[in-house]
């Protein structure tokens, strides 16, 4: 079963306008959520966790029990973000890890 | 602190050659991953280690085997390359258990089968 869902593979925008890359998942139980980044031919790095509830980058992400959706959100988008950006799920049981199938992102000049 | 890292950054393979990836992390995280990333499938499980002793299969372990040689390394071996096998790989490592916490990824091996 998915258990992490990213709708776009492809996302454009202009430099300046917000951006919102989808995330939802399907878990039962209190996962962890977390969103990665990847620039060109570089590692994954941590960009965020819900549990800290912080900005990084101008990034940040609500996690919305409810809607079992984790999106990141930036209010203005400038050309260094565009990357790879992949949400991520930890579950409550067992060592479990799950990746969705990443968000490219390209922002135009 | 290094974090985490693999060798080699790149390798080519004829079909039916052997190669082991090596990973090595330095943070004394119990748990180690191997990862495959190919265009629009995203990242895909191939194996990871809970512990030191223990390995078990992730979602695409055919054609691999990997071994927990210690608490530091976790390698990944090809034992007859394939050219579905082309793909970057990567390793991850995390502590898990005293509170879940995200993983740490490694500079990945760009890896080509011919």
């Known amino acids: 079963a998915q258990r992490v869902t990213q709708p776009e593979k492809l996302l454009s925008v202009f430099k300046g306008a917000p951006v919102e890359l989808k995330c939802n998942y399907s878990?039962?139980?209190?996962?962890?959520l977390f969103w990665y980044v990847q620039y060109s031919r570089q590692r994954l790095q941590l960009l965020l966790r819900?549990?800290s509830r912080e900005s990084i980058k101008g990034f940040t992400a609500d996690l919305n029990k409810g809607e079992t959706s984790f999106h990141l959100k930036k209010p203005f988008a400038q050309e260094e973000d565009s990357a790879m950006y992949y949400c991520?799920?930890?579950?409550?049981?067992?060592?479990?890890?799950?990746f969705g199938t990443g968000t490219s992102l390209t922002v135009i000049p | 602190n290094a974090g985490v890292t693999q060798t080699p950054k790149f390798q080519v393979l004829k079909t039916g050659q052997s190669m082991t990836l090596q990973c090595a992390q330095d943070?004394?995280?119990?748990?180690m991953y191997w990862y495959r990333q190919d265009p629009g499938m995203g990242l895909r499980l191939i194996y990871y280690?809970?512990?030191?002793?223990?390995?078990d299969k992730g979602e695409v372990p055919n054609g691999y085997n990997v071994s927990r040689l210690n608490k530091r390394e976790f390698s990944l071996r090809l034992e007859s390359a394939a050219p579905s096998q082309t793909s970057v790989y990567f390793c991850?490592?995390?502590?898990?258990?005293?509170?879940?916490?995200?993983?740490?990824f490694g500079p990945g091996t760009r890896l080509t089968v011919l």
């Open positions: 878990y039962s139980g209190s996962p962890e």
């Open positions: 280690s809970a512990s030191e002793g223990t390995t």
């Open positions: 991520a799920l930890s579950g409550n049981t067992g060592n479990q890890f799950y």
């Open positions: 943070m004394n995280h119990n748990s």
């Open positions: 819900h549990i």
């Open positions: 991850a490592s995390r502590q898990y258990g005293t509170g879940r916490s995200e993983q740490f």
